[in-house]
């Protein structure tokens, strides 16, 4: 069985469940290696260790970080993403809690988990476009889904963050992006083994952009960079991040993508302990 866990302390984590049962039966459908899901509300320690991997749903990351803190999960998801390396999701506020740098914002600054060697810049699009939704293609959904990956994926953005630089590889990151005014960093963790270490030396790879020219953006002055692109979708190694939300469309292609990357990780990390129990 394969048991994948959504953070259930605030925000849309329902949706996201319902997405990974449509995207679950989908799976079977195409016979995929008969495996067994398990999916859960995630809200302790004890609940976060029974997960192969996990979600994190958009919502409001201050909040969503202030609970875990509360509730002793901080300590718990870091070792979850960042020793372990597990296969980890973050959608809108999930992502920013994955940056190891975000901006505070008003609301203040939230204790980061980390695990994608990013920057992100909350609330980007600013006042006068603060949500919006556009059809995009997805170009990394074309392996797992044919032709239907093709199809444009609607694309919803509330007070998204975009990925505003991606960093070097982490030795010292830390202390330069700390030192950067209203910026706050996550805390850097050992991988806990080899294959752990070769998640975390994987590339940044952008897995979308948004065009700033997008028609959705044209009446936002505030955000008026010509030719440029928004960075919306990132993956380093085990960790995945989006800025828009999938949970808040019917549309099961990306959960669908995520849960065969899924799969892949624990049959690698399977292999990966027949060979060292071996050794
Ligand atoms: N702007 C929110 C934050 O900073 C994220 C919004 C969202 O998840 N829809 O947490």
Redesign the pocket.
């Known amino acids: 069985d394969v048991t994948v866990g959504v953070l259930a302390l605030q925000?849309a984590f329902s949706e996201h469940l319902q997405l990974l049962r449509q995207a679950a039966a989908s799976l079977e459908k195409k016979n995929i290696d008969g495996s067994k899901w398990r999916f859960l509300e995630i809200r302790t320690p004890e609940e976060l260790r029974l997960c192969d991997a996990l979600i994190l749903p958009?919502?409001?990351?201050?909040?969503?970080s202030l609970v875990a803190a509360r509730s002793g999960m901080l300590e718990p998801l870091r070792e979850f993403v960042k020793v372990l390396r597990k296969p980890t999701w973050g959608?809108?506020?999930?992502l920013?809690l994955l940056a190891e740098s975000a901006n505070r914002?008003k609301?203040g600054g939230q204790d980061l988990i980390g695990g994608l060697d990013v920057r992100v810049n909350?609330?980007h699009f600013g006042r006068q476009v603060e949500s919006f939704q556009t059809n995009l293609s997805l170009p990394f959904l074309g392996d797992s889904l044919g032709k239907r990956a093709n199809q444009p994926f609607r694309c919803v953005f509330?007070?998204?963050?975009v990925v505003e630089k991606i960093l070097p590889h982490r030795a010292g990151i830390q202390t330069e992006e700390a030192s950067r005014e209203g910026t706050i960093v996550a805390p850097s963790q050992k991988p806990a083994d080899d294959l752990a270490k070769e998640e975390l030396q994987a590339e940044v790879e952008i897995m979308a952009a948004l065009s700033t020219h997008s028609p959705a953006l044209q009446n936002n002055q505030e955000h008026d960079h010509p030719g440029a692109e928004d960075i919306i979708a990132v993956r380093q190694g085990n960790v995945f991040g989006t800025s828009f939300?999938p949970e808040l469309t019917d549309d099961p292609r990306i959960h669908v993508w995520w849960l065969e990357e899924v799969l892949k990780a624990v049959q690698r990390r399977e292999q990966f302990e027949v060979a060292d129990r071996t050794r």
Request: proline share 5%; hydrophobic share 25%; net charge positive.
């Open positions: 925000g958009g919502g409001e990351s201050t909040t969503m959608t809108c506020a999930g920013i914002t609301k909350r609330n509330i007070r998204a963050p939300h």
